[in-house]
């Protein structure tokens, strides 16, 4: 378990630097798929095996899938490449480095001082029964909530991604 | 079995939000910046995941199905919104979008 | 016919409810007789409830009267509450009396103007607010009807708003005095929160019980309304604002600026004296404070050319006497001068109303004169006016009011003879400039015809203020207000007199005897220098700009008059500077935005680590 | 979910079903008339609900909500200011050419995300409520789909994704601590009660947490948002962002700050009971205090010479959440009523103020440049008068509103002895006072230049505007009986 997790969680920040990275939106995109594999892998390692099976169809092939039908629409190709190298300038990841780098920073020395002083609980399996029975249990307000989370999601992207109607308007705004 | 230190899991998850944070402030192709976001939340449900597994409980998990949620509709809005820009400008650079300011 | 209480402001409130909604379907006439009849309801109301408050027994001559809560905040309730005493009837008698004698003139004065429905309708509604700010039992219940006043004072200031200049003068007096309203509310948030209470007279007693005198928090207390009153009243460091507000039609200069707002700062430290006496370094600060106003005022009425604004700076003048005479404990005089100014100042800013529409909007004083036989109504009832501001002695109301002031300055409990010096030179500059104002409008050859006499309205209002102005003593309103009398010696008394005497003398010796040497001073180099130092404000005023905003000192004195409007704009420049710099942030990029948000979250996350 | 707890939340049960309805309405046959009248409907039989609510059944919902007078009282808050923007919307709407049904259902479940903050006493519920509403703002600020819109609803969901993935990681955080995900368990600010002290990391995770609620409440440093997005999205899009986004999360805030009293009610012994008062030690109270000054100051600043009336009316939000956040700071019953009362007093003057934008913005884009008031009073009086009323109100002139709101923010804070705060809160007033005025002053100069042509006002418009202007005036004249509604309502109990 250990073994899965240390070189799950490697994977993960390794795929992870590189979709941050890449020039090439279908590669970053395969990486991204990579990364979630691996993440799904420190979730099943954390005795979560129903949240690592949710991980890897959901997240890595469901929500992906609309990120793959997006670069197939813009159809980025050796031109979005190029503008990538243009856009992606060393000069442009100091701020942002600094940035994610200091918050890093604060993040680990609070849990290298705070979360080690608490004995950790070793993980034991919470089974897909588990979860089910808490999802539509007392989270069942929850659960409810997300569908209509999901249709709100659902009603503005159809509205906004129809095509025409809004042509004659045109540069107006 | 050698056992997982949730703790550890917790260093991975911050380390993954960084990068994603860092690739939110640093990309300015709008997918890219859509995929860091999806990173941070990614990261936010492996802490959600690691603080469940600590107390052995479900509810972890229950929150990260409503972390998939959120970015699914998150998602779905945010690349809707990317082609109809894309549509209209024939860019994806986020730093054209700044008609309004001051 | 004490129950008519209510009646008082609710009067004019219901006038300007009429005006407001009405206005557009009533004639003038209708209009006339709305707005002006509501006043006089409201005068014929205050009469029976005087008539009421006399038949009290004179002990226990109180009375309340409760309309209801209005706000109520934990152990804090506001109630709209009227409380009748002494001080409230006084002023609710001059607020009632002149108020309606103005509207009256008003009545005939603004007959051509086409905003005459508006006129009248925001005039009650400050009749109205002013009513309530003097009887008001509860300090919140006061705070409203100051501010109500305040907005009326805009909306007048304003009248003409297609001047831009008349625009910007009534915003500069809003937001002028909003600085010390704002003080006024944390003051009052002091002594809620101190009290537990915002009832006027329960939280005075409670005060004395509590507050050792001289303690620090009375002090503070005591100094925040000062400030407040500072700034309504027009006194220094505050007074920039009422010199512009001549803008608005003369009525208002007469109402507002004159004879009721600006008092209100004296009512309000009257209402509150037994705070003052808590705090005696409050106390003595107003004194300082109105005697500096007094000099620095009067000096400066002195050398405009403007006839309102001399008379702006004459009130400015006057009120510091009031200040003063507060401020070493003698509140009775205050109120009694501000009785006598009430009358006195009222009617020669109508007449002074009269002789402008007369010569067809012509304000300048030097562009008047020989009005003597043309204009003889106006002209006895302005030298009436003008013989009781430069306190005539014996026949004239302002003379005893303000011997009462100087002797008090002298020999009251916290008198001092450098306040009694100032008021003593500030008297001789008064009858000066008094003296100087009549003499070249009524005086010397004509430049101009009057185009118009006053009508009837306007001629019995100028009587009736003329007549009052020179009654004599009988406007003291000490024996009901109750307090100490005052025991000068005579030669204080009459070196008093002599003072106010010599500056008529003088006046008539520059300005009527010998113009040509008048000229001539006013033209060397010393003369001019020292104009121009007064037109605006004077020595320690500038050195005060040249210490605190002397990279604005060039521009102060190119600028139009106001040397203390400096402050003020700086002030101004600095929000515009602060704007600029803050500006330049909202970037339009989102990855900016997104940068701040991070930093904020690690500074955040920074202090929540390592405190 | 039990039958009990349908009837606890049936106010956000007619809402989520109207919302449903509307959808399938749509799918039946697009009617813009039948579509808003299902929507309006719904919030008006959910706000009538509430009102029955109050005797019928109020409490908990599982572990996750509460349903007790606070959130009731935000409920209506929130259903009102919905009601308001839908009868608003609709002329918007027919003046536009956009197909306007499916913003009704966004227009609902907004409200819906709302609701749910309101009664949130646990992360999942905090969560979904702010996604729900979120995600439902995002479709509406580009719901023109013209170019400022949709780069507006781009930079609020860049930046909404990116506070959303800092409010769950906190959570996360927190979580790990605590071992618990209900507020009054976490007990954020004071740390004294509950299952032992407030570790490094749980306080940190509330940090992040609070990223995502000061981004919500547009303060600064999250503030920058907020211009972009009120020019941007339609203009009673921009009064929902104004008044629901940030009443609902506030509300939120005073939840989590104060714990709840009854939490007896249901968690038995465990339960605590907080009086207010916070410990001013507490990290959270000095950021709090920061944010609060930083934020009144910015937006007055930033609102000092803008010219763009919707801009200017974000930067002065950003310092309204600035005075509010005081009243958060008080904590205690005292805090949440101030609070409560401002929130009332705040909404009613926004909604008048964006009233007046909506009503005469017509089909050739907004009415938001101040050129576009110059001359207002001379050609519609009746709206300039709102107009003024809104503004008088925002800056806090007595006989508003916003007078009186302003009185028991100070209040409260100076009886909690937060003086420096009262001191700036007041001069704050006083710099709000210079671009508040020069938006009324704009309105009474006469304009020389010709005309364009404004929309004309349906009757419920009329109405509605009418109401608030009204309610303005009315609360400033005569707070005392709303005041005793809100003491009974926030002040807490069921």
């Known amino acids: 378990m250990q073994g899965l997790f240390y070189v799950s969680a490697a994977v993960a920040v390794l795929a992870t630097a590189l979709v941050v990275t890449r020039r090439n939106a279908a590669h970053a995109l395969l990486y991204l798929v990579l990364s979630l594999a691996a993440v799904a892998g420190m979730f099943y390692a954390l005795g979560a095996p129903l949240a690592a099976a949710l991980e890897v169809i959901v997240y890595a092939g469901a929500i992906m899938v609309l990120f793959v039908f997006a670069v197939m629409v813009l159809a980025l190709g050796r031109e979005g490449e190029r503008q990538e190298s243009q856009w992606l300038r060393p000069r442009m990841w100091l701020g942002p480095a600094a940035l994610a780098a200091v918050l890093l920073g604060e993040l680990i020395y609070v849990l290298a001082s705070g979360a080690a002083a608490v004995a950790g609980g070793t993980p034991v399996v919470v089974g897909p029964q588990e979860v089910g029975a808490a999802l539509f249990g007392p989270y069942a307000l929850g659960a409810e909530l997300s569908s209509m989370l999901l249709l709100a999601g659902m009603v503005a992207a159809y509205h906004l991604a129809r095509r025409k109607q809004m042509d004659e308007k045109e540069g107006e705004r | ?102 | 016919m004490l129950e008519l209480l209510w009646l008082v402001p609710l009067a004019p409130l219901g006038g300007f409810l009429i005006l407001a909604v009405a206005r557009a379907r009533l004639g003038r006439r209708a209009v006339a007789t709305v707005g002006v009849g509501s006043a006089g309801v409201a005068l014929a109301a205050a009469g029976a409830v005087a008539a009421g408050f006399f038949a009290l027994p004179a002990a226990g001559r109180v009375y309340e009267q409760n309309l209801g809560t209005w706000i109520s905040a934990g152990d804090l309730a506001a109630r709209f509450v009227l409380h009748l005493d002494a001080l409230a009837l006084v002023m609710m008698a001059v607020v009632t009396l002149v108020g309606f004698l103005i509207l009256l003139y008003s009545a005939e004065s603004m007959a051509g103007d086409e905003g005459y429905a508006r006129f009248f309708c925001y005039m009650n509604l400050f009749v109205a607010s002013m009513l309530v700010l003097v009887l008001a039992g509860d300090l919140l219940l006061l705070y409203l009807g100051w501010e109500g006043v305040g907005l009326c004072s805009y909306l007048l200031i304003g009248f003409w708003y297609r001047e831009p200049a008349n625009a910007r003068a009534a915003k500069k007096a809003f937001i002028v005095t909003r600085v010390g309203d704002a003080a006024l509310l944390v003051g009052l948030l002091v002594l809620f929160t101190q009290m537990g209470t915002s009832d006027i007279g329960g939280l005075l007693a409670r005060a004395a019980e509590r507050w050792p005198t001289g303690s620090s928090v009375a002090t503070l207390a005591a100094l925040l309304l000062l400030a407040g009153a500072v700034g309504k009243s027009a006194q220094l460091p505050l007074q920039v604002w009422l010199p512009d507000a001549m803008a608005g039609p003369t009525p208002v200069s007469a109402l507002i600026h004159a004879a009721t707002m600006v008092t209100a700062g004296v009512y309000l430290l009257s209402r509150m004296h037994g705070l003052f006496a808590l705090a005696p370094a409050a106390a003595t600060v107003t004194a300082v404070i109105g005697a500096a106003t007094l000099l620095l005022a009067g000096t400066s009425a002195l050398v405009q050319r403007d006839l309102k604004r001399v008379l702006a700076y004459s009130t400015m003048s006057q009120v510091g006497y009031m200040f003063v005479a507060l401020g070493v404990g003698a509140w009775g005089a205050a109120i009694f001068h501000f009785v006598t100014h009430a009358v006195f100042k009222s009617l020669l800013f109508l007449a002074a109303g009269a002789v402008i529409a007369a010569l067809g909007e012509e304000h300048d004083l030097f562009k008047m004169g020989g009005l003597r036989q043309r204009l003889p109504l106006v002209f006895w009832t302005f030298l009436a006016g003008a013989a009781s501001l430069a306190a005539l002695p014996l026949v004239t109301a302002g003379f005893y009011s303000k011997e009462e002031i100087l002797a008090a300055a002298w020999a009251g409990p916290a008198g001092g003879r450098w306040l009694w010096a100032a008021g003593a030179v500030g008297a001789a500059v008064t009858a000066l400039y008094t003296g100087r104002m009549v003499f070249l409008v009524f005086f010397g050859t004509a430049k101009r015809e009057p185009s118009q006499q006053p009508g009837w309205a306007m001629a019995t209002v100028l009587v009736i203020l003329a007549a009052l102005s020179v009654s004599g003593w009988w406007l003291d309103p000490r024996w009901l207000l109750g307090g100490t009398e005052i025991a000068a010696t005579l030669p204080v008394r009459l070196a008093g007199t002599a003072a106010a005497l010599a500056g008529i003398v003088l006046a008539w010796y520059f300005y009527l005897r010998r113009p040509a040497l008048a000229a001539r001073v006013a033209q060397s180099r010393a003369g001019a220098a020292l104009g121009r130092w007064w037109i605006g404000g004077w020595g320690f005023d500038w050195l005060y700009n040249f210490i605190f905003v002397r990279p604005y000192v060039w521009l102060t004195q190119l600028g139009r008059d106001e040397l203390l409007d400096g402050p003020f704009r700086t002030l101004g420049r600095t929000l515009d500077l602060a704007h600029a710099g803050m500006s330049w942030t909202v970037t339009g990029r989102v990855r900016w935005y997104a940068a701040a948000l991070a930093a904020g979250a690690i500074a955040a996350i920074a202090v929540a680590v390592w405190r | 979910m039990t039958g009990e707890d349908v009837i606890i939340l049936l106010p956000l049960v007619i809402v989520a079903a109207a919302a449903v309805a509307a959808m399938l309405a749509i799918a039946v046959r697009r009617s813009h008339a039948a579509t808003a009248g299902i929507a309006l409907t719904g919030l008006a039989a959910a706000l009538a609900e509430v009102l029955v609510n109050l005797w019928l059944k109020k409490g908990y919902v599982g572990h996750l909500a509460v349903m007790d007078n606070q959130a009731l009282f935000v409920i209506g808050l929130v259903l009102a200011a919905n009601l308001v923007v839908g009868i608003l919307s609709y002329g918007y709407l027919s003046r536009r050419r956009e197909r306007a049904e499916e913003y009704y259902v966004l227009l609902l479940l907004a409200a819906l995300g709302g609701m749910v903050l309101a009664i949130s006493i646990h992360f999942a519920t905090f969560f979904l409520g702010l996604e729900v509403l979120s995600v439902s703002l995002y479709g509406l600020v580009a719901y023109e789909r013209g170019r400022l819109g949709v780069e507006a609803s781009l930079k609020y969901l860049v930046l909404g994704g990116t506070a959303s993935a800092f409010v769950f990681f906190g959570m996360g955080l927190v979580y790990f601590d605590r071992g618990s995900m209900i507020f009054f368990w976490v007990d954020w600010l004071y740390g004294q009660y509950g299952p032992g002290p407030l570790g490094l990391v749980a306080m940190v995770g509330c940090v992040m947490m609070f990223v995502g609620i000061g981004f919500k409440l547009a303060v600064v440093p999250f503030h920058l948002w907020t211009a972009d997005v009120y020019q941007g999205a339609p203009a009673p899009v921009t009064a929902l962002v104004a008044t629901v986004s940030k009443g609902a999360v506030l509300a939120l805030v005073l939840r989590m700050a104060r714990g709840s009293p009854w939490a007896g009610y249901y968690f038995g012994d465990r339960a605590v009971y907080y009086s207010g008062g916070v410990c001013p030690s507490a990290p959270v109270f000095w950021i709090l205090a920061a944010i609060a000054v930083a934020s009144m100051f910015t937006g007055n600043l930033l609102a000092l010479r803008q010219r763009n009336v919707k801009r200017l009316l974000a930067y002065s939000s950003i310092s309204h959440l600035g005075y509010l956040l005081v009243a958060v700071l008080v904590s205690g019953a005292a805090g949440a009523t101030a609070a409560g009362f401002y929130l009332v007093t705040y909404f009613a003057a926004t909604l008048a103020a964006f009233g007046v934008v909506t009503a005469l913005s017509g089909a050739n884009g907004e009415a938001e440049s101040l050129e576009d008031y110059r001359g207002l009073a001379w050609r519609r009086p009746a709206l300039a008068a709102l107009m003024t009323v809104a503004m008088l109100s925002l800056a806090g002139i007595p006989l508003t509103a916003g007078f009186v709101g302003k009185f028991y923010l100070l209040t409260a804070g100076a009886g909690a002895g937060l003086w420096a705060l009262v001191i700036i809160l007041v001069a704050n007033s006083g710099i709000g006072l210079f671009y508040y005025l020069r938006v009324v002053w704009a309105m009474f100069e006469r304009r020389a230049t010709e005309e364009k042509e404004l929309p004309r006002i349906g009757v419920a418009t009329g109405v509605v505007l009418a109401g608030l202007g009204a309610a303005v005036v009315l609360i400033g004249v005569w707070p005392g009986p709303l005041a005793e509604l809100v003491r009974a309502w926030m002040g807490g109990g069921w």
Do not use: C, K, W
């Open chain 2, 1 to 102: 079995m050698n056992s997982v230190s949730p703790e550890s899991g917790l260093v991975v998850a911050a380390v993954l939000f960084a990068l994603g944070l860092g690739g939110v402030l640093a990309r300015r192709n709008m997918l890219f910046v859509l995929m860091s976001i999806e990173i941070m939340l990614n990261a936010a449900a492996l802490a959600m995941i690691t603080a469940g597994a600590r107390h052995h409980a479900a509810d972890g998990q229950v929150m990260f199905m409503f972390i998939l949620a959120t970015a699914a509709a998150e998602v779905a809005v945010g690349l809707a919104i990317v082609l109809l820009i894309y549509r209209r400008r024939r860019t994806l650079d986020v730093d054209e979008a700044r008609e309004m300011r001051g």
